[in-house]
């Protein structure tokens, strides 16, 4: 139980620090905010209809930015996972208080 804590503090500390890294990145984009940096850059809509090829710098920052929120998706999963095995193992304990190793 003591282990999932100290991993999950850690998720919640690197969730923290990733998203407010994320919200400091400025792709060029009108639409991002400091409420849509958890949002994929293809998920803003394009307000002109016809294509237009982009920067190649601008794509380059894209994918970065992209790539950072899926690993803060990763983690918010994996904060989801720990947060579930430690409220098993607390439940565990108050049901049954002697002690026993996590399987």
Same mark, same amino acid.
């Not at 990145?25 to 394009?46: A, C, H, L, V």
């Not at 016809?50 to 710098?57: A, H």
């Given at each position: 139980? *003591?282990?999932? /804590?100290?991993?999950?503090? &850690?998720?919640?500390?690197?969730?923290?620090l990733?998203?407010?890294?994320? !919200?400091?990145?400025?792709? #060029? %984009?009108?639409?991002? /905010? %400091?409420?849509?940096? =958890?949002?994929f850059?293809? %998920? *803003? !809509?394009?307000?002109?209809?016809? =294509?237009?090829?982009?920067? !190649?710098? $601008? &794509?380059?920052?894209?994918?970065?930015?992209?790539? $950072?929120?899926?690993i &803060?998706?990763?983690?918010?999963f #994996?904060?989801?996972? $720990?947060?579930? /095995? *430690?409220?098993?193992? &607390? $439940? %565990?304990?108050?049901?049954?208080?002697? *002690?026993?190793?996590?399987?």
């Amino acid at each position: 139980m *003591f282990i999932i /804590s100290f991993f999950l503090i &850690l998720l919640i500390l690197c969730f923290k620090l990733l998203a407010s890294n994320i !919200k400091r990145i400025r792709t #060029g %984009d009108p639409n991002e /905010s %400091d409420q849509t940096y =958890w949002m994929f850059s293809y %998920d *803003f !809509k394009s307000p002109n209809k016809d =294509w237009e090829p982009e920067n !190649k710098e $601008l &794509l380059k920052r894209k994918r970065t930015r992209n790539f $950072l929120v899926f690993i &803060l998706y990763l983690i918010a999963f #994996g904060i989801f996972l $720990l947060l579930n /095995s *430690f409220t098993a193992h &607390l $439940l %565990d304990f108050i049901v049954s208080p002697q *002690f026993s190793y996590p399987v």
